[in-house]
């Protein structure tokens, strides 16, 4: 399987202009961790397609080595034409791109 749905809050990094991130839950990042160990990119990044509501886009997503997870970041434009903003519950779709 390489296709992942999920629910995740959307959070900012700390700082005045830091960057929103998704983070996928820690049994979906086991899982793209393992299928994706052949194909990782700079920094353990892993090319996905992502869809949040009626936007889809090119992205990849990054080991966070405080967590344990992978990262999605997000955004400006997508926040906007899905009206997210930091604290929201976000349904996302997440296909690897390189298997």
Known sequence: MSTF??????WQYPGESGW????????ISDD???LAAANRHGFGSVRVTATI???TWQTS???DSKSGTYLLPVKKP???????TAGAAVETRLELAEL
């Open 5 to 10: 749905e999920f629910s995740a809050q959307l």
């Open 20 to 27: 929103h991130f998704i983070s996928v839950p820690a049994d």
């Open 32 to 34: 793209i961790a393992h």
């Open 53 to 55: 509501g009626g936007t």
């Open 61 to 63: 997503v990054f080991p």
């Open 78 to 84: 997508v926040r906007k034409a899905e009206q997210l």
